[in-house]
């Protein structure tokens, strides 16, 4: 695979990479650019303002070009009424997906996003890029907005899902969707940093058959995979507000159906990386 051009490239990442001021560094960067009332109501020069800044001033953990066209054009085949991602950041992302959801024809974009700081730098830009109709951002940890969402019957389905948020919440949201009915035949997953930092945990049961998911739920051994791995994002987080508290009992469908394959790309800084799609084709 050939190198990400050097013109795309972010700054380098470091020790600590985010949630140190540079998300407001960010707005103050944006906002205050002399072309600030050409780049209101464009995602485009609101996702380009951005990108200048992780490429000039300091590292953002965004998506970035490469991966996300995996995504859009992903979206563009789907054709998703109700996208949800898991982990929203600074909002590049669902600056980007929901501009593509809404050319597909799209009804609402939900961003979950754990920290209020951030979400409200959502907020800002996604209102910035004219997408405020669109783009509804959540605030709280994943699970429990999850929750709130089905039960307020706000969301009765996914039709596709930006997985991106804690790397060991994957599963276990994924089966939480399973287990309420939003994710379901049909249903389509992207799941970023499956390889930086990677995710043997989620591969392993987007990969598994229903039998081997099964044997799974009951405490049996699947695949022989190393489950463990390192996440850097992860340990910054766990610094700040302690480990997030994951049911690991949740079994979700163990019926469903799912193909699921490797795309690979870049993370924006030139990291080797790879997005997992999967697709749910049926249900046992």
């Known amino acids: 695979m050939a190198e990400l051009e050097s013109s795309k490239k972010y700054q380098a990442k470091q020790e600590v990479f985010f949630d140190d001021g540079r ?21 485009e020069k609101v ?29 563009a085949e789907v054709k ?14 669902c600056i980007l997906f ?20 951030f979400a409200a730098v959502i907020a ?21 907005a999850i929750k709130r ?22 599963t276990t949201d994924l089966k939480l969707c399973e287990e309420l009915g939003l994710v379901g035949p049909g249903s389509v997953l992207a799941a970023d940093n499956v390889i930086a930092p990677g995710n043997p945990p989620y591969l392993e049961y987007v990969r598994s058959t229903c039998e081997q998911k099964r044997s799974a739920s ?14 850097r994002t992860s340990k910054q987080y766990a610094k700040r507000e302690g480990d997030a508290k994951l049911d ?7 019926n469903l159906i799912y193909e699921s394959k490797l795309v690979k790309s870049f993370e924006p800084e030139g990291v080797p990386d790879a997005v997992e799609i999967t697709r749910c084709v049926g249900e046992e």
């Open 23 to 43: 998300e407001i560094e960010l707005l103050h960067f944006v906002y205050g650019k002399p072309n600030i009332e050409e780049i209101r109501g464009s995602p």
């Open 47 to 75: 996702l380009a303002a951005i990108d200048e800044y992780a490429r000039t001033q300091k590292y953002l953990m965004n998506v970035g070009e490469d991966k996300g066209r995996i995504v859009t054009d992903l979206i």
């Open 80 to 93: 998703p009424q109700v996208m949800v991602e898991l982990g929203g950041y600074i909002g590049y992302s």
């Open 98 to 117: 929901g501009e593509a959801v809404r050319k597909a024809g799209g009804k609402k974009y939900f961003s979950l996003e754990r920290n209020p700081e």
């Open 124 to 144: 800002s830009l996604v209102d910035l890029a004219g997408l405020s109709d669109l783009v509804k951002v959540i605030v709280g940890s994943s699970d429990v």
């Open 149 to 170: 969402l089905h039960a307020n019957g706000t969301v009765q389905r996914i039709d596709m899902m930006f997985l991106d948020h804690y790397k060991p919440a994957y």
């Open 218 to 231: 009951k405490g049996e051994s699947v695949n022989g995979v190393d489950k463990r791995f390192e996440d």
């Open 248 to 254: 690991e009992t949740r079994v979700g469908n163990p």
